[in-house]
């Protein structure tokens, strides 16, 4: 959201952001209070508002409300279908049914919908029962993630996974992998982020040989992090149901763009991004036995794995910077205000 409210100012909008700042909590009480913040804050500026961008969220069904009564013009961008929600916030599952319909309501009022994937853009528009929808992807700050730069050195060569420790994300298959026959010897497996799932800490605590889990990265150290791996992982897993209609994570594109290979699940999205470079290898999700062999593949073929990972750079610079995606985001705001 930063790199696209920075696009947007370059471009002569004003923008003001409301959003949650500093450290979370987890219990109950502490995200409700960062909900009712953001809400407060929100309304509060609705009359100096021309336009009300919304990163789609049941929680935002106030603003959305009072921005509907105040007859401001609205753009909802949706990031993934309900479901996925749910999957990071379980806690609100059993109220699925009205938070589901919250958000149903929040696209049907809105003047635009912004879709990181073409299948959302058709998902959204069925939901909203009109046909104001764009596909605006996901990309990279090309800027910092790039080709050329430092590269982490280790003793041994590695491969490399960043985000949040979850199930979804494909954590226990990257660790099963480090332990098949397949693996290549003496190449570590790095897992750089917070243990999100706490039913994983005790496996990635006493994960085996040659995988180190770094905890969180900041994010001027990651680019030289990636650079610096074999291929960059992200065996996503899906026992929720919610790549159906595509998955195009913020990783992957900054994983490309540093100009190395990628390992990816055959999910919508993700891995037609790959196959478009192509930047990597694409393998079937929750085999263990693939990604073994994928990685083995890259670090035997090194000439490969450099083809592959220009190849994903080069994509990225041409398509898929931020500055692209403001553009982009810029001509959706101007289709609403002029109409």
């Known amino acids: 959201m930063h790199e696209i409210c920075d696009g947007l100012i370059r471009r002569g909008f004003a923008v003001t952001l409301q959003a949650e700042?500093?450290?979370?909590?987890?219990?109950?009480?502490?995200?409700?209070?960062?909900?009712?913040?953001?809400?407060?804050?929100?309304i509060g500026k609705l009359l100096q508002t021309d336009v009300v961008y919304f990163r789609s969220h049941f929680a935002a069904f106030p603003i959305a409300l009072a921005a509907r009564l105040l007859r401001k013009k609205t753009i909802q961008?949706?990031?993934?279908?309900?479901?996925?929600?749910?999957?990071?916030?379980?806690?609100?599952?059993?109220?699925?049914g009205i938070l589901s319909w919250m958000q149903r309501l929040q696209y049907r009022w809105a003047n635009a919908l912004i879709a990181v994937t073409p299948q959302l853009v058709e998902w959204g528009s069925a939901e909203a029962g009109h046909g104001r929808a764009f596909h605006v992807g996901n990309g990279a700050n090309t800027e910092r993630f790039r080709p050329d730069g430092?590269?982490?050195e280790r003793t041994l060569p590695y491969v490399l996974f960043f985000g949040g420790m979850t199930r979804w994300h494909g954590i226990e298959v990257m660790l099963d992998a480090v332990q098949s026959p397949a693996w290549p010897e003496?190449?570590?497996?790095?897992?750089?982020?917070?243990?999100?799932?706490?039913?994983l800490k005790a496996r990635i605590m006493n994960a085996p040989p040659h995988v180190a889990w770094l905890d969180r990265v900041p994010q001027e150290e990651l680019p030289a992090l990636i650079r610096g791996a074999v291929a960059a992982l992200v065996p996503t897993v899906?026992?929720?149901?919610?790549?159906?209609?595509?998955?195009?994570?913020?990783?992957?594109?900054?994983?490309?763009?540093?100009?190395?290979?990628?390992?990816?699940?055959?999910f919508r999205g993700m891995a037609d991004l790959v196959r478009q470079g192509p930047?990597?290898?694409?393998?079937?999700?929750?085999?263990?036995?693939?990604?073994?062999r994928a990685v083995s593949t890259l670090v035997a073929d090194p000439a490969l794995a450099d083809r592959l990972g220009a190849a994903g750079a080069e994509l990225?610079?041409?398509?898929?910077?931020?500055?692209?995606?403001?553009?982009?985001?810029a001509d959706v705001i101007e289709r609403v205000v002029r109409r």
């Open 316 to 329: 990225i610079a041409a398509h898929h910077s931020w500055d692209a995606r403001a553009a982009e985001t």
């Open 186 to 199: 003496n190449v570590d497996l790095l897992l750089a982020g917070p243990v999100v799932d706490p039913s």
């Open 279 to 292: 930047a990597g290898l694409v393998i079937p999700s929750g085999d263990v036995e693939a990604l073994a």
């Open 77 to 96: 961008e949706i990031n993934g279908v309900y479901g996925e929600a749910f999957v990071t916030h379980p806690r609100f599952a059993r109220l699925r």
């Open 150 to 152: 430092l590269r982490t």
């Open 21 to 42: 700042h500093g450290e979370r909590s987890n219990a109950l009480g502490g995200q409700l209070a960062r909900y009712a913040r953001v809400i407060t804050s929100s």
């Open 238 to 266: 899906d026992p929720s149901g919610i790549t159906a209609h595509g998955i195009t994570p913020l990783k992957l594109f900054e994983m490309m763009a540093c100009g190395r290979p990628v390992i990816v699940s055959d």
